[in-house]
């Protein structure tokens, strides 16, 4: 739910307001955290949220699902109770107020097409339109916003905060078009003889990374992006109705993976009535996602295994009964404990639902749409690294099909990175 002001307050006072900031370093968006908590703890939320919003214009949705680095470099961390940094940006973000920013785009400017409104483009985007650019975003899907819409759950980042944060875009002068997809109803020859001076590909890397174990085939076994999305692509305030429709809950539900969409998933799947379990190959130390989601997913009641999954077992009729694991062993090494295969059995755990989390990949639709485009080696798109242009002349690229955008903040970086390198060009030019 967030801090009230009570709580915020208390919070900020904890901060030490280090003579030299560690959590400073710890921010990629160089947000000057000791002032705004500073800010925060002398009672100006408005004030605070100034100061974050000069490196961050998007407070409230960083605030709610920021993978918080800062915090790991707090000098409390090492006590494990850093201080709430993200949460401080929250209520900050929810609380405090600022005159709304309005421009457009001088007559005559130059046309920017951003392709894709996920986290990298939304940063594009402001940055391009506050240097003055003229700036429409095109996405495929019918809500913008990207995995920040489709892939994260409504418990987690409400539709109204996204909904705000595009509402500021548009009193930037920024156009956001829906439905248009890509190389299909959107061309990039029709894009540039509409006036455009150059593309940014923001298309963001939606597919999973498939997994080769036995029994994928079967039904009930879903990808984390494929299962969140089918859910939420109707509309978020509809998600539950939605899945139940589906044939959702499962008695059981697996989770085989990591990160902060296998945990999505299965805070989702628990909160329609699924008993969930999430394996993991690993310590939880290594599920790649913070102290605070662990947390929480424990208190949902949603299980932890530390084992390998090593095939989907079905019941005879085409759909899922379960998944055969193999245990990990806890074992001291020459650098500490580590994880290892166990010489005992497989046990199969039951599940009529299991979830596969193995990370995610650009899609393919770009190098069949645009054959000449160069790619790099993991299967992200090239960029110049000076310029950010791709191998297509006006093409630039940026986030994570550029494979620049691992977590949000790296997409939010980028993003803005794109855009300076962007105006440049067309300064130039």
């Known amino acids: 739910m967030g801090f009230n002001k009570k709580v915020a307050q208390e919070e900020a006072r904890r901060c030490p307001q280090c003579a030299v900031a560690t959590c400073l370093p710890g921010c990629p968006l160089g947000i000057d955290i000791p002032g705004f908590i500073r800010l925060l703890r002398e009672g100006d939320t408005n004030g605070a949220l100034e100061r974050i919003r000069k490196d961050n214009p998007f407070a409230a949705i960083c605030g709610r699902v920021c993978p918080a680095p800062c915090e790991e470099s707090c000098v409390f ?180 993976g990591r990160g902060p969409s296998a945990f999505d998933a299965a805070r989702f799947a628990s909160r329609l009535g699924s008993e969930v379990t999430v394996v993991l190959d690993g310590f939880e130390e290594e599920a790649g996602v913070g102290a605070d989601i662990l947390q929480e997913s424990r208190e949902e009641g949603v299980g932890m295994l530390s084992m390998q999954a090593v095939e989907m077992t079905g019941d005879g009729n085409g759909y899922v009964a379960g998944v055969k694991c193999r245990k990990l062993d806890i074992v001291e090494g020459e650098k500490g404990l580590r994880l290892e295969l166990s010489k005992e059995d497989p046990v199969v755990l039951e599940a009529q639902c299991v979830i596969m989390a193995n990370g995610h990949r650009p899609g393919g639709f770009l190098r069949q749409y645009l054959p000449h485009l160069k790619w790099e080696a993991g299967g992200f798109l090239w960029t110049d690294g000076q310029t950010g242009m791709t191998s297509v002349d006006k093409v630039f690229g940026c986030g994570s099909v550029a494979g620049a955008g691992e977590t949000l903040l790296a997409s939010l970086v980028s993003g803005k990175a794109a855009a300076r390198k962007i105006a440049d060009h067309l300064g130039r030019s």
């Not at 930037?172 to 593309?199: H, N, Y």
């Open 77 to 256: 961390h090492a006590d494990g109770n850093p201080i709430a940094v993200r949460e401080l940006e929250r209520f900050a973000a929810d609380h405090g107020a600022l005159k709304p920013e309005k421009m457009q785009a001088a007559a005559g400017s130059k046309k920017v097409a951003v392709i894709g409104s996920g986290p990298a483009g939304m940063s594009a985007a402001y940055y391009l339109a506050k240097s003055n650019l003229s700036v429409t975003i095109f996405e495929a899907a019918h809500l913008p916003g990207g995995i920040l819409c489709y892939g994260i759950p409504e418990f987690r980042l409400p539709q109204k905060v996204l909904d705000d944060e595009f509402r500021r875009l548009k009193l930037l002068g920024v156009e956001v078009r829906t439905d248009a997809v890509f190389g299909r109803t959107l061309m990039l020859d029709e894009i540039f003889m509409s006036g455009f001076s150059a593309v940014l590909l923001a298309t963001g890397a939606g597919l999973p990374r498939f997994s080769e174990l036995n029994g994928m085939s079967l039904s009930g076994v879903y990808y984390d992006s494929e299962f969140l999305n089918r859910a939420q692509s109707i509309g978020k305030e509809k998600a539950l109705d939605f899945a139940i429709r589906q044939g959702m809950p499962a008695p059981k539900t697996v989770v085989v």
